[in-house]
């Protein structure tokens, strides 16, 4: 089992930033890799980055050089920096852990973050 934490979410202007932490307890050593996702209101849950246990690192297209994603592993903390921030961010944002263990999948998510973006 793996827990996560969230937190960093908040109300901040267009072009503005945040940092969302997630913090990862539990049967860490197993993770393989971290990410974050969102899901606007209506829609689909999104990925936005990941990061693998090895450090590399995977972005939707729209979030490209804007967002960051890093982990620290003495703190068992994966960040995702936000800058430039534009409404359509708007969105509640989950932590993710996936285990894979015998070429399955195991998912876990945090309780989400909320993140408006106002114009």
């Known amino acids: 089992q793996v827990q996560l934490v969230e937190s960093g979410g908040g109300l901040v202007q267009a072009g503005g930033s945040l940092r969302l932490s997630c913090a990862a307890s539990g049967n860490i050593f197993s993770i393989n890799v971290m990410g974050w996702y969102r899901q606007a209101p209506g829609k689909q849950r999104e990925l936005v980055a990941t990061i693998t246990s090895g450090g590399s690192t995977n972005y939707k297209d729209s979030v490209k050089g804007r967002f960051t994603i890093s982990r620290d592993n003495a703190k068992n903390t994966v960040y995702l920096q936000m800058n430039t921030l534009k409404p359509e961010d708007t969105a509640v944002y989950y932590c993710?852990?996936?285990?894979?263990?015998?070429?399955?999948?195991?998912?876990?998510w945090g309780q989400g973050t909320q993140v408006t973006v106002s114009s």
């Open positions: 993710n852990a996936r285990l894979i263990l015998l070429s399955r999948n195991y998912d876990y």
